[in-house]
């Protein structure tokens, strides 16, 4: 066991290909580059070995104030279902994207 988890770290030239993907999926506007936060996930381990791209959908229930609202992982988190949508669309278009960039 080890409690060692990498930095979560996004591959730049991935993230710039797959970039109008997310735009389509959500439109341009709610696309917004941020910078590097030193988050953990078990997402790494699988970047260590391929180029990866990790995103937040942006869940948060209309209203709420984001220092007040709970956080992943609190007993008390709640997600606005309706942002299901597009993540299964953005999730999706990503994967038909990708493919067709390899052919």
Request: charged fraction near 15%; glycine fraction near 8%.
């Given at each position: 066991y080890s409690s060692h988890y990498p930095v979560t770290f996004n591959d730049i030239a991935l993230t710039e290909k797959m970039l109008p993907s997310l735009q389509s999926s959500a439109g341009a506007a709610n696309v917004k580059l941020k910078p590097p936060?030193?988050?953990?996930?078990?997402?790494s381990f699988y970047q260590e070995k391929v180029p990866g791209l990790f995103y937040f959908l942006g869940g948060m229930p209309k209203g709420n104030d984001p220092l007040k609202t709970p956080s992943h992982h609190t007993p008390d988190f709640f997600i606005d279902e309706s942002s299901f949508?597009?993540?299964?669309?953005?999730?999706?278009?990503?994967?038909?994207?990708?493919?067709?960039m390899k052919k």
């Open positions: 936060v030193t988050g953990a996930e078990d997402f949508n597009l993540g299964v669309r953005s999730l999706v278009n990503l994967t038909l994207d990708y493919m067709a």
